[in-house]
T-cell receptor, first 114, second 111 residues
Framework: AAGVIQSPRHLIKEKRETATLKCYPI?????VYWYQQGPGQDPQFLIS???????DKGSIPDRFSAQQFSDYHSELNMSSLELGDSALYFC?????????????FGPGTRLTVL | QKEVEQNSGPLSVPEGAIASLNCTYS??????FFWYRQYSGKSPELIMF????GDKEDGRFTAQLNKASQYVSLLIRDSQPSDSATYLC???????????FGRGTSLIVHP
C-alpha cells in the first residue's frame, strides 16, 4: 500500500538560509498535520490542513509558512533558519480531521542547520 | 504543568514479561487518547487510540483509560526485544483534533 512520502529525507542548511519540506499524503487522504521534534524532545504541533485550507495552527514560527496544494500534498517553507530549527520534521496523513483510525506518519525530514 | 506527563524511563523488562507504561494529562476535558511507538530517529507509529473509560485490546497491546483519575496506560504483554522503543502518549483537548504529545517513555526489553 502507498505510504506517506516526505522529501527530502535529510537536509543540511546554513544559518539564515531557506528550506522547503514536502509531504505527500496517502492517496485519498485530505488532511495533513506537521510536527517538529527536536533532539530528545516531544513532537510539537506546527500547523494542519484539511481540504487545502489551514485548519489549525500551533507553535509555528512566523519565519515558517505552509500550504496544501490541489493534489493534497503540503509544503513547509522555512526562512532565516536558526540553529534551533534543527529537528526531525514529520507529517501525518489522515482521511479527514479526527479520522484517527487512518492516521499515518511520514518517515520525516531530518533538518540540520549549521 | 505540562499537558501530558510521562516518566521518561528507561523502563527495563525481561523478554516475555508485561510492560506497563503510564501517562497522566492535565485537561479534564480531554477527549481522545493515543499511544505511539517511536524508534530512534524515526517518526511515531500509531499503536492504538481510546475514547472511553475502560480497556481496549489490540493483540499484545491493551490501553486503559481512567478519566476520573486522568491517566491512560498501555500494557504490552509478552514483551519482545523488538518492542524496545520510546512510547509516546498523546491526547486531544479543548475541542482540538490535534494530538498533543508527552515526552515519551523509553522501554528496553532485554533477552
Amino acid at each position: 500500500a502507498a505510504g506517506v512520502i516526505q522529501s527530502p529525507r535529510h537536509l543540511i542548511k546554513e544559518k539564515r538560509e531557506t528550506a522547503t519540506l514536502k509531504c505527500y499524503p496517502i492517496p485519498r487522504h485530505d488532511t495533513v498535520y506537521w510536527y517538529q521534534q527536536g533532539p530528545g524532545q516531544d513532537p510539537q504541533f506546527l500547523i494542519s490542513f484539511y481540504e487545502k485550507m489551514q485548519s489549525d495552527k500551533g507553535s509555528i514560527p512566523d519565519r515558517f509558512s505552509a500550504q496544501q496544494f490541489s493534489d493534497y500534498h503540503s509544503e513547509l517553507n522555512m526562512s532565516s533558519l536558526e540553529l534551533g530549527d534543527s529537528a526531525l520534521y514529520f507529517c501525518a496523513s489522515l482521511a479527514g480531521v479526527g479520522s484517527y483510525n487512518e492516521q499515518f506518519f511520514g518517515p520525516g525530514t531530518r533538518l540540520t542547520v549549521l | 504543568q505540562k499537558e501530558v506527563e510521562q516518566n521518561s524511563g528507561p523502563l527495563s523488562v525481561p523478554e516475555g514479561a508485561i510492560a506497563s507504561l503510564n501517562c497522566t494529562y492535565s485537561d479534564r476535558g480531554s477527549q481522545s487518547f493515543f499511544w505511539y511507538r517511536q524508534y530512534s530517529g524515526k517518526s511515531p507509529e500509531l499503536i492504538m487510540f481510546i475514547y472511553s473509560n475502560g480497556d481496549k485490546e489490540d493483540g499484545r497491546f491493551t490501553a486503559q483509560l481512567n478519566k476520573a483519575s486522568q491517566y491512560v496506560s498501555l500494557l504490552i504483554r509478552d514483551s519482545q526485544p523488538s518492542d524496545s522503543a520510546t512510547y509516546l502518549c498523546a491526547v486531544t483537548a479543548g475541542g482540538s483534533y490535534i494530538p498533543t504529545f508527552g515526552r515519551g517513555t523509553s522501554l528496553i526489553v532485554h533477552p
